[in-house]
């Protein structure tokens, strides 16, 4: 079982919708958890720390469930520049585990 | 920009060819660590350096090898290279603890023929 389970997508959506991304971690001494934003051809980039509380940020809202292992990622009136692979990244024991990331297209 | 830079941005090497890719970290960060980024495939971890010692490996060869030096800057080889070795090569730099943000150069685009 991989330690960051995400599902690849892509997801098509049209402008305005709203789409969420879920992703399960295997290892139950995770220690923090972040949503990273991948561009085509581009380096990771945080686009917001997960907290046990939820937290939002915009648009975006994320969510972590310690006892199911669980972390979403909810994103409200989708804009054409939210296109990207959205990664689910886990800290364990000091060390930045990657999911394989879900891709959004974003449509007129 | 995030501070963090590799160098150099594209490569290309013959099978069999061993290489050597560079990361200056950003200013204040202590931990470096290693990412090979295959087409369509999250980040995987190959390994990270905290003050100089490797302090923790993912699932790659011995042939993955790397250096962290007292600037914190880092570099990462490979020897023996094989066509799957094709990849990039992500470099991210932070401070260890916490809940930190890791940045991450723009990474080095490697192919091997």
């Known amino acids: 079982r991989k330690e960051v389970e995400q599902d690849p997508g892509p997801f098509n959506v049209p402008e305005g919708a709203t789409v969420a991304f879920n992703c399960t971690y295997s290892?139950?001494?995770?220690?923090?958890f972040f949503w990273y934003r991948q561009d085509c051809r581009k380096e990771p980039k945080l686009l917001m720390s997960v907290y046990s509380s939820g937290n939002e940020d915009g648009r975006f809202t994320a969510q972590l469930n310690r006892a199911s292992q669980y972390i979403s990622l909810l994103i409200r009136d989708s804009k054409l520049s939210d296109s990207a692979t959205y990664l689910c990244v886990v800290l364990y024991t000091d060390k930045l585990i990657f999911g394989t990331g879900t891709r959004l297209q974003v449509f007129p | 920009e995030t501070g963090v830079t590799q160098s150099p941005t594209h490569l290309i090497k013959t099978r069999g060819q061993q290489v050597t890719l560079r990361c200056s970290s950003q200013s204040g960060h202590n931990t470096v660590s290693w990412y090979q980024q295959a087409l369509g495939q999250g980040p995987q971890f190959i390994f990270q350096?905290?003050?100089?010692?490797?302090?923790g490996r993912g699932n790659f060869p011995p042939r993955f090898s790397g250096l962290q030096f007292p600037n914190y800057s880092s570099e990462l080889n490979v020897n023996a290279l094989e066509l799957d070795d094709s990849a990039l090569y992500l470099c991210?730099?932070?401070?260890?603890?916490?809940?930190?943000?890791?940045?991450f150069g723009q990474g080095t685009r490697l192919t091997v023929v």
């Open positions: 290892n139950s001494a995770s220690q923090s």
């Open positions: 350096y905290y003050r100089e010692e490797e302090n």
């Open positions: 991210a730099s932070r401070r260890t603890g916490g809940n930190t943000e890791a940045f």
